[in-house]
């Protein structure tokens, strides 16, 4: 399993733009990179996924380098509801284990 | 909201109780997970089913029990637990097994141990 490293922590203010970026040097050819954001006594919700270039959907964006061994987590104008911890996850497609690392808590401010 | 729902949200138990938490999904998923999460620490997998038979016991010990009855429900019995098996127990589902397919989490149970 590719270990992922992340800052332990972030801040920024409402309407910004935040870039998380995690490393995973030892990324395998199989491997798929996920992220999943946590607000304090909730389950983790998945967010975004991707293999390789760039993924966007209504909520983020997910920037891959060619080489893969890091990924970016892109949040749009964020607000203080996007408060929370961010994970990132790398992983065979094909595998069991859903391991998470550290994370990266973001605090947004007014 | 969630589409897997726990119950209970909350329990109390000594360390002679015995007690079980219980997890229900409805989207037809075949694989179902359950994790354990300390405070300001990430989730740690604890257990793995894929449709129903359990695939991966990461080395939990024995007072942890878990059990697939059907496809919509995954139980954890617990038994003479400790003080530090508090925490936050989060189950998941996966439409499949494997890492490539997204998990989807309930709020967990919230587990004191006295």
């Known amino acids: 399993l590719a270990k992922t490293t992340q800052p332990i922590s972030m801040d920024s203010y409402e309407g910004q733009e935040v870039n998380i970026t995690c490393s995973h040097n030892?990324?395998?050819?199989?491997?798929?990179i996920t992220w999943y954001q946590q607000f304090p006594s909730q389950g983790p919700r998945f967010i975004i996924q991707?293999?390789?270039t760039k993924v966007t959907n209504e909520v983020a964006s997910l920037f891959i380098p060619a080489d893969r061994k890091s990924s970016t987590l892109s949040l749009p104008r964020v607000s203080l509801s996007d408060t929370a911890v961010y994970y990132c996850l790398v992983g065979d497609i094909g595998g069991f284990k859903t391991i998470f690392g550290a994370g990266t808590r973001l605090f947004v401010k007014a | 909201d969630t589409e897997v729902t726990q119950t209970p949200k909350h329990l109390v138990m000594g360390m002679t109780n015995k007690k079980s938490l219980k997890c229900e999904q409805h989207m037809g998923h075949r694989a179902m997970y359950w994790y354990k999460q300390k405070a300001k620490k990430p989730p740690e997998l604890m257990f793995v089913?894929?449709?129903?038979?359990?695939?991966i016991n990461e080395s939990v010990p024995s007072r942890f029990s878990p059990e697939c009855p059907n496809s919509s429900l995954l139980n954890l019995h617990l038994h003479a637990l400790q003080p530090e098996d508090s925490a936050l127990y989060l189950c998941?589902?996966?439409?499949?097994?494997?890492?490539?397919?997204?998990?989807?989490f309930g709020n967990g149970t919230r587990l004191t141990v006295t």
């Open positions: 030892n990324i395998a050819t199989n491997d798929y």
């Open positions: 089913y894929s449709y129903e038979k359990l695939s």
């Open positions: 991707g293999y390789k």
């Open positions: 998941a589902s996966s439409h499949q097994p494997g890492q490539g397919a997204p998990l989807h």
